[in-house]
């Protein structure tokens, strides 16, 4: 009995441990946040105007940093800010027939942080990129008047890039050609690389165009993203239901490569009706594409997000694809997906054939916007904006990635 006992508790023992160890192969480690400071609403100079606050997809307010320095550009305010880390303003960029310009004529105190008119009339949509120089791109919307249709009417040219030296040069704005060029299309993104060159992502039919521009901000390269030229996914025929999604294209930070998400997606049919009841998600593959010879390398598989829900008792698996955050200097890939409590990201190195996973818990029910910003340095950026004021806050990935 003593025997039959002693077993007992050793296999009950040793079964909770096996439970725990597979257990805690599925947790997923949390990086907590470093919060650095926050900025209050209004209309002076250090304040952030988020009058669109019952409307969060009309938020036009982003954020980028480099070198510990932030950079916010609301476009509620016609404004870019360039804040250090504690939250100071150094350096204030406004339009000229704005309120903050009008606030800050009838203003009489004495301030330290450098202003700077712009006499271009745009509107700023959020993004912004900053090169080594500290000059900043900013994506702008021009007036009504002044955007064109393409010939056949299929595409809108409504968007540019406005220039803003650090070197006390004229400010100016720069088109598809380079300054004073055309309009762009909708605008996804921009980027900088080690060259202080940049690089303009487009929307695009069928996916996306890539406008790449020497450090003299004239055009080098016009890259077309489509979809339909994107390698064949092995295994699956031209007939099948499945299509393809160009999500995100990237630049390299070093070389002249563009990284490319596709995510793949399968329709599905009502039994009764044969009718197409809707799409379901397969997988994502991201392909390195080289500029110079126009050909695509081996694509990487990006793993899915998956979220476990029980119905019935019978637990059900969805599987959502990852955001393609940005890449850093050293070649690391991140991805980012919301979660309930928070955000899951998925770093990867293809090259090294490394994988790491980490979570950042929110508290999603005091976040009413929000927007990340990934540094060259693996730094991970984010702007939360709360009923009360905005926070800036900052996670160390870095340290992960740099290990």
């Avoid at 890259?223 to 160009?246: Q, R, Y």
Wanted: with cysteine; net charge negative.
């Amino acid at each position: 009995m003593r025997f039959l006992k002693n077993f007992s508790f050793l296999w009950v023992l040793f079964t909770l441990i096996f439970i725990t160890s597979c257990s805690r192969k599925n947790i997923v480690e949390s990086i907590t946040e470093d919060d650095l400071f926050s900025v209050s609403y209004g209309n002076f100079e250090e304040q952030l105007n988020v009058f669109s606050l019952n409307e969060v997809g009309n938020i036009e307010t982003g954020l980028f940093m480099k070198d510990g320095f932030f950079y916010l550009v609301n476009g509620e305010s016609q404004k870019v800010m360039e804040l250090n880390s504690y939250g100071d303003l150094l350096t204030l960029y406004y339009n000229e027939d704005s309120l903050t310009k009008h606030l800050i004529d009838s203003s009489e105190r004495e301030d330290l942080s450098v202003h700077k008119e712009i006499a271009y009339p745009f509107g700023y949509t959020g993004q912004i990129a900053v090169d080594s120089d500290k000059c900043i791109y900013v994506v702008s919307t021009i007036p009504r008047d002044r955007q064109e249709l393409s010939p056949d009417r299929s595409t809108l040219y409504c968007q540019t890039i406005l220039r803003l030296p650090r070197d006390g040069s004229q400010i100016d704005y720069i088109g598809q050609q380079g300054p004073g060029g055309t309009p762009f299309p909708i605008i996804r993104n921009i980027f900088t690389n080690d060259k202080d060159e940049f690089i303009v992502v487009c929307s695009a039919n069928n996916g996306m165009m890539v406008y790449w521009f020497g450090k003299d901000g004239f055009l080098k390269s016009m890259i077309p993203v489509n979809a339909s030229e994107t390698p064949k996914v092995a295994g699956i025929d031209e007939d099948s239901s499945v299509f393809l999604t160009v999500e995100n294209v990237i630049p390299d930070y070093n070389e002249y490569k563009l990284y490319v998400k596709v995510d793949n997606y399968s329709s599905y049919s009502d039994k009764a009706s044969k009718a197409q009841a809707g799409i379901s998600y397969i997988s994502t593959l991201l392909y390195p594409l080289d500029i110079s010879t126009g050909l695509y390398g081996n694509p990487v598989s990006i793993p899915p997000y998956e979220e476990s829900v029980t119905v019935d008792y019978s637990r059900l698996v969805y599987k959502l694809p990852y955001d393609f955050l940005g890449v850093t200097k050293s070649g690391w890939k991140f991805f980012v997906v919301s979660t309930t409590n928070g955000f899951d990201v998925e770093m990867i190195h293809s090259e090294n054939q490394k994988v790491l996973h980490r979570h950042f818990d929110v508290n999603k029910s005091n976040v009413l916007f929000h927007n990340m910003s990934l540094s060259y340095d693996g730094i991970i950026s984010a702007l939360y904006v709360e009923e009360n004021q905005a926070r800036v806050v900052w996670y160390r990935t870095d340290k992960l990635i740099n290990n």
